[in-house]
């Protein structure tokens, strides 16, 4: 994965959303870092979670190339999705709000592998992660 720099990080946010729209799942919130993104969505029933992900990385990453912004910007290899109840939904928009300043403190690393231990994901694999 390349760095996805500040200067064009709101444009390439806004086309990830249309890319989400095109497959009726619309955006509640994206925010993310140079090295990742987080992003609040309703999922469609009609379409896998697997098959938008896959677009939105495959899309982004031509769109990113055709801007002329990083001829070799690409996204790892994996992602990490995970349902959230709407009980829950406050304070998932708050954390992606703030991804910036949450990224100070602590390294998107060392939070990956701190949730997947939380939540008992013993199977993940860092290299869809970091790699």
């Not at 390439?12 to 992003?39: C, E, K, Q, R, W």
């Not at 001829?71 to 109840?85: K, L, P």
Request: proline share 2%; glycine share 4%.
């Amino acid at each position: 994965m390349t760095f996805i720099q500040p200067e064009w990080e709101g444009q390439l946010h806004a086309y990830m959303v249309g890319i989400f729209s095109a497959y009726a799942s619309p955006v509640v919130l994206i925010n993310g870092t140079s090295d990742h993104v987080h992003i609040l969505f309703c999922q469609s029933k009609n379409h896998s979670l697997a098959k938008i992900a896959e677009e939105v990385k495959k899309s982004s990453s031509k769109w990113v190339k055709a801007q002329n912004f990083n001829s070799m910007f690409t996204w790892q290899g994996g992602y990490a999705a995970f349902s959230v109840s709407s009980t829950k939904l406050d304070a998932v928009r708050k954390y992606i709000e703030k991804q910036k300043e949450h990224h100070e403190k602590e390294s998107f690393e060392d939070e990956i592998v701190e949730f997947m231990t939380k939540y008992n994901v013993e199977d993940f694999e860092k290299k869809y992660f970091f790699e």
